[in-house]
């Protein structure tokens, strides 16, 4: 990767997102991302370095990926440039997509799902089941939903 990871997890911005992608998930789920740990910058290297694999797209009508830690731009073998560039749609394959897709506007009506599974693909066209994945609606301060993210701990190469 290119880019200095730590100019991305110190960024303003990747700061800032982390703090709602914190906040989301426990108004969703009740549970912390990283629980013990509550100052901004600190919780934005963690969650950045951590072993499991979170990700994130905004609200656009096809939603470009904003987010991904260091384990997700490894997995789907991108770099943050890359990534964030990425309608998250191409993180599924053709067939799979509208699988996504219902998947998506599940989490949409609910506000979260647990134990989601699914086969993705990687950049290279590696392709990869995902298990026991959460994904939530995420939500500015004032209550307004601003994305989705998804995060996982388990996924295999098929």
């Not at 200095?4 to 990747?14: A, H, K, Q």
């Not at 384990?71 to 699988?99: D, F, G, I, Q, V």
Request: aromatic share 10%.
């Amino acid at each position: 990767m290119a880019e200095s990871l730590e100019i991305i997890w110190s960024s303003p911005w990747v700061v800032q997102h982390t703090q709602t992608l914190a906040r989301s998930l426990r108004h969703w789920t009740g549970r912390d991302l990283l629980p013990g740990v509550s100052e901004p910058a600190v919780l934005a290297q963690k969650v950045f370095a951590a072993p499991f694999v979170l990700v994130s797209h905004g609200t656009e009508a096809d939603p470009v990926l904003n987010y991904g830690n260091r384990a997700a731009l490894e997995l789907w073998e991108m770099s943050w440039a890359e990534l964030t560039r990425t309608p998250s749609r191409l993180t599924a394959e053709a067939p799979n997509r509208e699988e996504r897709a219902r998947l998506l506007a599940a989490v949409t009506a609910r506000g979260f799902i647990d134990d989601y599974s699914g086969v993705r693909i990687s950049k290279s066209g590696r392709r990869f089941r995902i298990a026991r994945a959460t994904v939530w609606n995420l939500l500015t301060e004032d209550g307004k939903p601003c994305g989705q993210a998804a995060m996982f701990e388990r996924w295999e190469f098929v």
